[in-house]
């Protein structure tokens, strides 16, 4: 049975460069793919050297956090920032864990990791809790509201009632 997969880039559970922790609602997702058998990769974007005054994700933290909500995260992989950072990232979550990229949702919070998951063969999942409004995703990519809705709609749940 081929390996149930889900790849995330950190924007999408730290809020973007503001490094916020991802809320509650959040981390119950996550856990209930691993409830659900998907293992969650998360892809850590590494500050460039230049860039001493970024703070990179700690992903201890984001464990932590990910197990204090019933769930956990499989896996990290570091990109150093540039043009070929994710898609190298990508291929080594690839051979890790022997799959097509092309069956594996990987959400992304920004126009340019969208396309590099779209150009690696990936399939492209943007939330519009990251994007921007003027935003233009590529081609096949696939729109959720927030991270909740995109785990509802990969487990087939219906959402909250009003």
């Given amino acids: 049975m081929p390996i149930r997969l889900v790849i995330l ?74 043009s070929h950072g994710l898609t190298e990232a990508l291929d080594e979550v690839v051979r890790r864990w022997r799959t097509d990229l092309g069956q594996v949702p990987c959400v992304a919070g920004n126009a340019p990791d969208l396309a590099s998951i779209a150009q ?11 994007l921007a409004t003027d935003t233009t995703p590529p081609p096949g990519c696939v729109h959720h509201p927030d991270l909740v809705a995109f785990v509802e709609a990969l487990l087939d749940e219906p959402g909250p009632t009003a």
């Fill in 9 to 82: 880039t950190d924007d999408v559970l730290v809020n973007g460069d503001m490094g916020v922790a991802p809320g509650s609602a959040e981390l119950e997702a996550l856990a209930r793919l691993g409830h659900a058998g998907y293992a969650v990769a998360v892809i850590l974007t590494r500050p460039a050297a230049a860039d001493a005054n970024d703070i990179a994700p700690d992903p201890g933290a984001l464990q932590g956090l990910a197990h204090d909500a019933g769930g956990q995260i499989a896996a990290f992989f570091h990109r150093i920032p540039g």
């Fill in 120 to 130: 690696s063969g990936g399939q492209p999942i943007a939330l519009a809790t990251h």
